[in-house]
């Protein structure tokens, strides 16, 4: 929706049955919120989050626990990060 194409056009670049033209690169790049060469380096982007988690101190910290996690408590854990990053901050 957000490329302005066709569904099927997109399932056909996923399934490696259609190449996409460079505004259509574009255009995904922009409805993924990354760069072109973000998105064709498949996965570079994750490496700079990763490592920017990293720095903060508290996720540092939490690390060597993380192993001990079973199913449920990593996908608690993952869901109340993800609420912390995409939530805007209210102050207090």
Not at 19 to 32: I, M, N, Q
Not at 68 to 88: A, D, F, K, Y
Request: net charge neutral.
């Amino acid at each position: 929706m957000r490329m302005k194409v066709p569904r099927t056009y997109v399932s056909k670049i996923e399934n490696e049955k259609a190449t996409p033209t460079l505004s259509s690169l574009e255009r995904l790049a922009t409805a993924l919120e990354v760069t072109v060469p973000e998105l064709l380096a498949g996965g570079c982007s994750r490496e700079r989050e990763i490592r920017e988690l990293m720095a903060d101190e508290f996720i540092a910290e939490m690390i060597p626990f993380v192993n001990q996690l079973n199913g449920m408590q990593w996908t608690s854990l993952l869901t109340q990060v993800r609420e912390l990053t995409t939530r805007p901050h209210r102050m207090s």
